[in-house]
Structure formats: structure tokens, C-alpha cells
T-cell receptor, first 114, second 111 residues
Framework: DAGVTQSPTHLIKTRGQHVTLRCSPI?????VSWYQQVLGQGPQFIFQ???????GRGNFPDRFSARQFPNYSSELNVNALLLGDSALYLC?????????????FGSGTRLTVV | SQQGEEDPQALSIQEGENATMNCSYK?????LQWYRQNSGRGLVHLIL?????REKHSGRLRVTLDTSKKSSSLLITASRAADTASYFC???????????FGQGTELSVKP
């Protein structure tokens, strides 16, 4: 079984540009969450989607948006990139919305904004 | 903002020794989870302990939870060089699936 897959693995963007990150959850998992991890810190919650509906939003500006598709894959979009958006972006999947057994994380997308 | 703190921030031990990491959190929780991260890549789920549990074991891992003190500890027994990684605790409350992570403990196990 494939785990959680994220693409791309690395990305370099210029300030002001837009970026789209993609995540495919484990087959059968209906919940996808996004986290941002700045170097030296723990991951910070951005969004959770379950059955294509937003179930939670972290303390991030409106430049950050996401959606979930009918096949449960997800995209995270960030507009008007800032240097401070440079981070590892992690996607996590779980069967249900509550993650009662824990989450499976992908390997992440390393975003560098220059 | 982070839920709480992990202690120590960094830990260096010899192979075969035990490693203990502590985690404190601020609000009431549904469960607490521990994750491992190698070299800034994806997180690997290690163990989950529910708020009504006090201790849990999984292989060489032992987790304790004290909800009165809002703290947890992760013990890795008979450590190996391959255990070298960052370890994070994460809490989930009763309102949805959001995880709140600590700052992490960087463990180095020397052969």
C-alpha cells in the first residue's frame, strides 16, 4: 500500500508568487490535514478537510487556502508568498475526522521563498 | 502557538542507554501522541495514549500520561544509533482532529 504522497518534494519560489502543493492520502482515508513546520520548531496546524469539507483552520492568513477532491486528495495553495512562508509543509491523513488512532504523515514539501 | 514544551530540547546518550523525554501541555486533551522525525522529513507515528490511560507500551517505547500535571513522558529503552531523530509530542482535544505539537526533543544516540 502506498503511504501518504506529497508533491513536489522541493520547491523554490520568488516572493509574491503563488504555489500549489499536493497530497494523496492513504487509500480509504477520508481526512487530510496540512501542517507548516518552520526550521527548529514543531509543526503548526493549517487546515483539516474531511469528506471534502473544511473541518478546521489554524491561525494562518487568508493567503493560505486548501481544498479536497472527490478522490480525497488535497491541494494547499499559498498566494503572495513571503520569505516567512519558507518551511516544510506536511500532509497527514486518517480514516476519520478525529484521528483517533493517530495520523500518517507524508514526507513533506520543502518550500523555499527567495 | 505551541501547546506546550518538551524537555530536554536536546539529549545525547550512548547506545544501550535509556532516553527519557518529557512533554507538558496547557489544555485538556482527548489523547496525546508521540511522533519521530528524521532529518526534517515526514513524521512517523510512534504511540498514542488516551486521556483515561496512564501508561502504554510498544516494543522499546513506554509512554506515561499524568493529566493532573498535564504532562507526559516517552522512554526509549536500550537505545540504538537508529533512534537518532527529533521526537515530538502532539495533543488532540475534544474539538476536532487538530494536533498541537510541542517544540520537540532532538535525540542523538552515539554508537
Amino acid at each position: 500500500d502506498a503511504g501518504v504522497t506529497q508533491s513536489p518534494t522541493h520547491l523554490i519560489k520568488t516572493r509574491g508568487q503563488h504555489v500549489t502543493l499536493r497530497c494523496s492520502p492513504i487509500s480509504g482515508h477520508k481526512s487530510v490535514s496540512w501542517y507548516q513546520q518552520v526550521l527548529g520548531q514543531g509543526p503548526q496546524f493549517i487546515f483539516q478537510y474531511y469528506e471534502k469539507e473544511e473541518r478546521g483552520r489554524g491561525n494562518f492568513p487568508d493567503r493560505f487556502s486548501a481544498r479536497q477532491f472527490p478522490n480525497y486528495s488535497s491541494e494547499l495553495n499559498v498566494n503572495a508568498l513571503l520569505l516567512g512562508d519558507s518551511a516544510l509543509y506536511l500532509c497527514a491523513s486518517s480514516p476519520g475526522s478525529e484521528g483517533v488512532y493517530g495520523y500518517t504523515f507524508g514526507s513533506g514539501t520543502r518550500l523555499t521563498v527567495v | 502557538s505551541q501547546q506546550g514544551e518538551e524537555d530536554p530540547q536536546a539529549l545525547s546518550i550512548q547506545e544501550g542507554e535509556n532516553a527519557t523525554m518529557n512533554c507538558s501541555y496547557k489544555t485538556s486533551i482527548n489523547n496525546l501522541q508521540w511522533y519521530r522525525q528524521n532529518s526534517g522529513r515526514g513524521l512517523v507515528h510512534l504511540i498514542l495514549i488516551r486521556s483515561n490511560e496512564r501508561e502504554k507500551h510498544s516494543g522499546r517505547l513506554r509512554v506515561t500520561l499524568d493529566t493532573s500535571k498535564k504532562s507526559s513522558s516517552l522512554l526509549i529503552t536500550a537505545s540504538r544509533a537508529a533512534d537518532t531523530a527529533s521526537y515530538f509530542c502532539a495533543t488532540r482535544n475534544n474539538q476536532g482532529g487538530k494536533l498541537i505539537f510541542g517544540q520537540g526533543t532532538e535525540l542523538s544516540v552515539k554508537p
